[in-house]
């Protein structure tokens, strides 16, 4: 599975299982490095300098992912993990340094 290519990056603070209908979502590019290994950046908003390193965790169930979000220059970290819904489709759940967790949906961008 290719992750590679821009992504609806979405997320809230209310764990809950869904995302809040007034969410506004960032936008990310991914690069697939390997079967397993993929790394991120924002597009949108273009002036976060965050760092996303993920890894994909595939058995004949189904595959899960985990992400690692760092901004060295702001001292933020989060973690993202969840299920891999198809190529084009994540969602999961999220914690971070700055507050609650919440709920993360990521689609790809056509």
């Not at 992504?7 to 809950?16: A, C, G, K, P, Y």
């Not at 790394?39 to 994909?56: A, I, K, N, Q």
């Not at 060295?72 to 999961?92: C, D, F, I």
């Amino acid at each position: 599975m290719d992750l590679s290519g821009r992504w609806e990056f979405s997320f809230d603070r209310t764990l809950n299982g869904q995302l809040a209908p007034t969410t506004v979502p960032s936008e990310l590019i991914i690069i697939q490095l390997d079967a397993d290994h993929f790394v991120g950046r924002y597009v949108f908003p273009g002036d976060d300098p965050s760092r996303f390193e993920g890894t994909l965790y595939t058995t004949e169930r189904g595959t899960l992912f985990s992400i690692r979000q760092t901004n060295e220059r702001t001292g933020y970290h989060a973690l993202y993990v969840g299920k891999v819904e198809n190529a084009t489709s994540l969602s999961g759940i999220f914690t971070d340094v700055a507050g609650p967790a919440g709920d993360v949906r990521l689609r790809k961008i056509p």
